[in-house]
């Protein structure tokens, strides 16, 4: 008998014996998904389709299963995988390109969900499911304004001169074309001093009660689903004086492949100080709505270098989303133009922790409820002066028309 043929008649009968072994093993994983999915755990469901999937690479059916069920599970991007994967199987499969569509609507990315849903009505007017997309997705008004107000209540411990502040901020973004965004904001600070203590020559430390400052912001730049750059400016005076005008000039870069990379800069001009900062940041998917935040700050402070570490847990669900984080490494004087807030303190920031809630509301109102809280180092030249606490709550509520 030829070799050729002793080696068909082997490769036939391996077939044959591994065959019914590789179709047990579809059967079982494809029970097990369906336990786990009636018990609701629609990402351990997934997982055991996914074991089996490398055998089956053109199984379209297997492939929009384990979409569906990642798309529930919240786990949008693994969707997004299968989903484009299923395409790649069927470029024809409407459910291939809804699935796409919906699961980038979920991530903010309407801009480049949209299209799926015009394709498909194109070729059937009357589909449903792709009207609803495009209704969730609409495209954008050639201007659209969105304003807000943040109302901010302070409080201090063990500080030698503050007792508490209230500042109230109001804000106006224009949108042109929903992608270049123009926005200014102004923030009105005023903060409660200690009683003065007597000096020994009879003469009080300081004469006033109360310190006020005044804050102005703009911003101009592009942003999209995928890419922001936006150049900021910022303007701070207090009524001491004693800092007198500061300007503040800076930028923030965000570019969105596989999660979200950001930088923010600034550059602060005092009369007393020059301040240049950098924080760099990653955002990371970790499935089920979370995403975490690993950065840094670093700062050069006329000649000084400073940095501190940043982490942040965040979890979004439907319209709400919380967040928690915190820093560690002194900060002095941190210009945080992107949040529009600048911390005009003599103190160096020695560490840091937040936490918030942001809720979109119907009829395009947003509320975001907001905790921060700054562990201050104590002035080396000022005798009054201690380790002390800083806290700030924060209440927003902003519309889009």
């Known amino acids: 008998m030829p070799h050729w043929v002793r080696w068909s008649v082997a490769l036939l009968g391996l077939c044959a014996m591994t065959a019914p072994a590789w179709a047990d093993q579809y059967a079982d994983a494809s029970q097990l998904a369906t336990e786990k999915e009636s018990q609701g755990q629609l990402d351990r469901a997934a997982e055991a389709l996914e074991e089996i999937a490398p055998q089956y690479p053109q199984d379209l059916d297997l492939t929009l299963r384990m979409a569906w069920l990642r798309f529930r599970a919240m786990s949008y991007r693994r969707a997004l995988s299968h989903y484009r994967h299923a395409e790649q199987i069927s470029p024809e499969s409407s459910d291939a390109r809804l699935g796409i569509g919906w699961t980038l609507q979920r991530l903010g990315r309407c801009d480049d969900a949209r299209p799926y849903f015009e394709a498909l009505l194109a070729q059937h007017p009357e589909h449903s499911v792709a009207k609803d997309g495009l209704a969730a997705c609409p495209h954008p008004r050639a201007v659209s304004v969105s304003m807000g107000a943040t109302l901010t209540a302070m409080g201090y411990s063990d500080h030698y001169l503050r007792n508490a502040g209230v500042a109230v901020s109001p804000r106006l973004e224009l949108s042109i074309l929903g992608k270049w965004r123009i926005g200014a904001?102004?923030?009105?600070?005023?903060?409660?001093?200690?009683?003065?203590?007597?000096?020994?020559?009879?003469?009080?430390?300081?004469?006033?009660?109360?310190?006020?400052?005044?804050?102005?912001?703009?911003?101009?730049?592009?942003?999209?689903?995928?890419?922001?750059?936006?150049?900021?400016?910022?303007?701070?005076?207090?009524?001491?004086?004693?800092?007198?005008?500061?300007?503040?000039?800076?930028?923030?870069?965000?570019?969105?492949?596989?999660?979200?990379a950001q930088l923010h800069v600034a550059n602060s001009i005092y009369s007393d100080l020059l301040i240049v900062r950098a924080a760099p940041s990653w955002r990371l998917p970790i499935g089920r709505g979370f995403s975490v935040l690993l950065g840094g700050v670093g700062q050069w402070a006329s000649g000084s270098l400073l940095g501190s570490g940043v982490l942040e847990l965040s979890f979004v669900r439907g319209r709400a989303s919380l967040y928690a984080g915190g820093s560690y490494g002194e900060q002095i004087r941190p210009a945080q133009l992107e949040l529009q807030v600048i911390t005009n303190m003599l103190e160096r920031i020695a560490a840091s922790a937040w936490g918030g809630l942001s809720v979109q509301l119907p009829y395009t109102f947003s509320l975001i409820l907001d905790y921060r809280y700054d562990r201050l180092r104590r002035l080396t030249d000022i005798p009054l002066s201690s380790e002390s606490n800083a806290h700030y709550l924060t209440l927003g509520l902003s519309k889009a028309f």
């Open 185 to 260: 904001a102004y923030r009105y600070s005023d903060f409660f001093l200690k009683v003065a203590p007597l000096l020994a020559s009879g003469s009080y430390a300081w004469s006033l009660s109360t310190i006020n400052q005044h804050e102005a912001y703009a911003h101009a730049g592009y942003s999209s689903s995928t890419f922001a750059l936006m150049a900021r400016y910022a303007f701070t005076q207090d009524s001491r004086g004693s800092t007198s005008a500061a300007h503040h000039i800076g930028a923030s870069l965000r570019v969105s492949y596989l999660g979200d």
